[in-house]
Structure formats: structure tokens, C-alpha cells
């Protein structure tokens, strides 16, 4: 691995750390790594471990289906919000080249 490659992976975690003082709430059978949530373990396993078993598979694909539900919904608040500020931007230019 390059040190270009690894400055990356050590740049790009994902929220993984436990404050001190926290007991993790899952912890990864393979490599010991600690989570903050079962459902970022499951993600962790079943990307990262390739001797993954078939109820940990299930649950990475679980995991993975309400992540991409938790984005989708969170990309309709943010087109909502820009609709929201675009419209309020358009009545207030019609308004002021209206007097």
C-alpha cells in the first residue's frame, strides 16, 4: 500500500470512534474494531470481511437497504428546503421589481 493510499484510508473513517468512557455498542467479530451502532458494524462486515457468514450478510443487506432509505429521505428534505429558498427568492424579486 502506497502512502498516498493509506493517508486516504486514514483520512476517511466512518464514525466508528467511542468517546472515552462508552462502551461500543457492537464490536466486529473479526477484527475487534468497536461501533457506535449494530447497524455500522453490519455495514463493516459485510463491505470489509470476506468470511462473512449468511446471517451476517443478511444483516449488511438489511443494514445497507434502511441506509439508502435514511439518504433518500434525507435528499427530499434538501430538494425540498432548495425548492423552498428558490421560491421565496422568486416571489421576493417579483415583489421588488413590481414597486
Known sequence: MSPQTRGREEAVR???AVPAGEDPEATCPYCERPFRAERLRDLHVG????????????????AREAESEELFTYHLKVAGALGAVYALLFLLAVVGFSL
Open 14 to 16: 466512518p464514525e466508528t
Open 47 to 62: 463491505t470489509r470481511h470476506e468470511q462473512a457468514t449468511d446471517d451476517e450478510l443478511r444483516a449488511y443487506e438489511t
